[in-house]
């Protein structure tokens, strides 16, 4: 039954989750709500791993989960079922997109789904910052971290590689001391 479970959730977040992986995000920390299957600092370390591993960041999540949940099959059938969503569209829509990309319903639809999409991962980074900042209570080094990264990025521009592996090496480091 949780395999059942696991394909239904997982193929209705990958026909939904326009975007791109962080635009699961919603989906996955509303199955806290309905589901029960994780907590809010549990979806923030699986963020942070599918963050830090090769691949997609909404398949990765959909594997990590479907794993946490029911293991190797569980990973397997929510994989799957994220992703088919995506192939089936993609066979219909390309069958039509060429006759219709020019069409203005087709542009004002996509000009209406990027800000929802955007609005959807905001709402996401709140959540996660909420929870990476301050569910363990108040940190000042976690804050002083975040902001001496974000001033990284925002002036060297590096690979994010460079930023994962340096915040892992500046955490490991506070927690020595």
Known sequence: MIYLELFIEFFKIGLFSVGGGLATLPFLN???DTKGWYNVSELTNMLAISESTPGPIGVNMATYVGFHIASVL????ATFA???PSYIVIIIISNFLTRFQNSKYVINTFSIIRPVVTG???VSFITIFNTAMFS???DVKKIIIFFIILFLILKYKKHPIFYVALGGFLGFLFKLS
């Open 82 to 84: 994220l992703v088919l």
């Open 30 to 32: 509303k199955l806290i």
């Open 74 to 77: 569980g990973a397997l059938v």
């Open 120 to 122: 959807l991962i905001g």
């Open 136 to 138: 363990l209570g108040f």
